[in-house]
């Protein structure tokens, strides 16, 4: 069974940080790209940073802030978010997509208080 464990997501002032992580397990984990995606109530879904073989992509809105990356031995993937704004303030997903399999965490809420 495919599960994606999000986490470490809260409350936090603007200009603070904060460290998502997403825990895979029952997939092959360094065959997948990790994805984050955030989404806000009445809003779809939004990309905010892949990690694939080739390297980072982040939305023009966290570039610069945001870091994905990935530990194999683990299983995790992470999202460090540095100066955060009240406008990051969502539910983030963790996402591993290959070979048109994919899949989705259950999200962490992060609030950015102004």
């Known amino acids: 069974q495919v599960r994606l464990v999000d986490s470490g997501g809260g409350l936090v002032q603007a200009g603070g940080s904060l460290r998502l992580s997403c825990a895979a397990s029952?997939?092959?984990?360094?065959?997948?790209?990790m994805a984050w995606y955030r989404q806000v109530p009445g809003k779809e879904r939004e990309f905010v940073a892949r990690l694939s073989w080739n390297g980072g992509t982040y939305a023009d809105s966290v570039k610069g802030r945001f870091t994905v990356s990935r530990d194999n031995a683990k299983n995790t993937a992470y999202l460090q978010m540095n100066i955060l704004k009240p406008e990051d303030t969502a539910i983030y997903y963790c996402?591993?997509?290959?070979?048109?399999?994919?899949?989705w965490g259950q999200g962490t809420q992060v609030t950015v208080s102004s």
């Open positions: 029952g997939i092959t984990f360094s065959d997948y790209d």
């Open positions: 996402n591993a997509r290959s070979y048109g399999y994919n899949y």
